[in-house]
């Protein structure tokens, strides 16, 4: 054996083949032996190499075919020894009327309703079984059957879904019929309720159901042809109104903020004015949305100098300093609600600078525009009283010289 490749002995005296050919070909005897020899041979075995079944025809893997018309399969196969060819109906018993003629094709005549769906081509002989399919589509047909109907309950509602069937070759609708488990109808077979389906949806929501009642539900199809027949029949119950119920209440969290104040505030002198630069804070549990610079002149009360600074940004610059005056900045950080504490000092002098205009309101030197609008103001006020005063004095003028008149006419009526 050990000059046969592929040969084997197993311990239990069986020989093994591991590819049959022509050399497995002829008659084989066993002889069993031990320490005291042997009792004799076996009887001898022959060894013959057949062939498994191979399919020479395989039907196509559809068919679509009128109703009362002949549709004939064919399928054949070859082996040694012949395979024989066998066909079946999936999900059925028999052939559902069909029959198989002699060169093994499965004949449909005539061809029914009953005998769509998906058939096998089974060959077999005394080595193995092999099998093929086909779908067979009969067209000119009411619908078939809905499949996979589930039942989803809702809060008083229920969504009902399925998978089309075969619609016999025409365009098929839905409906959906359900009706309450009662167990003492008035009229046990008129409590069935329809809805229809909307075109090309496969679902469909039942509202307005009663809490804690059970349902059946079913689903029908329709075609030009006629209803098919009702799908299997699904039993739901919907849910009705959850129980409210008041929750413990959970002991109060304190959640600590960390904010700590911006860090390494320096101050520096430019032909512009003076930058001050500075780092973000080093510990922040929330955003930061902010920062405000905030000054003092003179170790005088601290006020609010910019309060909008972004808080991407790490220098702002103060220009239009008053000249030869102390000034101190600090800088504090906004998250959300919280601020933190200010940032470390820093002092400037501006003994010596050149001072430039400014364009923030510092609390000590008004813009020149603010301030030619308040002269402005002030001198229009002056104009304006001026203007009243003589025109008062220039009505009251003329009144007196027409009450004048008036009296000097009557005195001289009553000479007359």
Not at 115 to 123: K, R
Not at 247 to 265: D, G, K, M, N, Y
């Amino acid at each position: 054996l050990s000059q046969l490749p592929g040969w084997s002995v197993r311990p239990d005296g069986s020989i093994v083949i591991a590819t049959g050919n022509d050399d497995a070909l002829g008659v084989y005897v066993c002889t069993p032996y031990n320490s005291y020899g042997t009792a004799g041979e076996s009887q001898p075995t022959r060894v013959l190499l057949k062939d498994p079944p191979a399919f020479t025809v395989r039907p196509k893997e559809e068919y679509f075919q009128e109703v009362g018309r002949e549709l004939v399969i064919p399928c054949t196969a070859h082996g040694d020894p012949l395979p024989t060819i066998t066909w079946l109906k999936v999900g059925s018993a028999g052939k559902s009327g069909a029959r198989v003629d002699g060169n093994s094709s499965l004949v449909f005549h005539p061809l029914v309703k009953e005998q769509h769906g998906v058939w096998e081509c089974t060959a077999t002989n005394q080595v193995a079984s092999i099998t093929t399919a086909t779908s067979v589509h009969v067209l000119g047909t009411s619908p078939h059957a809905v499949t996979n109907v589930s039942v989803l309950p809702l809060l008083l509602a229920a969504n009902i879904s399925w998978e089309p069937g075969f619609d016999g070759g025409y365009f098929q609708r839905f409906s959906v019929w359900y009706t309450p488990l009662v167990k003492h109808p008035p009229w046990a077979h008129h409590d069935w309720v329809s809805l229809s389906v909307p075109v090309g949806a496969q679902h469909l929501l039942v509202e307005n159901l009663q809490p804690d009642t059970s349902y059946q539900f079913s689903v029908l199809a329709q075609n030009k042809l006629g209803s098919g027949p009702f799908s299997q029949i699904v039993t739901s119950v919907p849910r009705g109104f959850p129980v409210t119920t008041v929750p413990p209440e959970l002991p109060a969290i304190t959640v600590r903020v960390f904010l700590s104040p911006p860090q390494a505030l320096t101050a520096n002198e430019t032909v512009r004015g003076v930058l001050l630069r500075w780092e973000p804070p080093a510990q922040f549990s929330v955003a930061l949305s902010g920062y405000a610079l905030e000054l003092r002149q003179e170790k005088g009360g601290w006020e609010v100098l910019d309060r909008s600074i972004p808080s991407t940004k790490t220098q702002v610059l103060v220009p239009g300093l008053i000249k030869d005056a102390f000034y101190e900045f600090r800088l504090v950080a906004f998250a959300g609600s919280y601020i933190s504490d200010p940032s470390n000092t820093v002092n400037v002098s501006t003994a010596g600078m050149e001072v430039y205009p400014s364009r923030t309101q510092l609390p000590e030197l008004l813009p020149q525009p603010v301030l030619a609008g308040v002269i402005g103001g002030i001198c229009f006020l002056s104009v304006a009283v001026i203007f009243s005063t003589m025109a008062a004095c220039i009505m009251n003028r003329r009144r007196a010289a027409r009450i004048q008149k008036r009296r000097q006419g009557r005195s001289w009526l009553a000479e007359c």
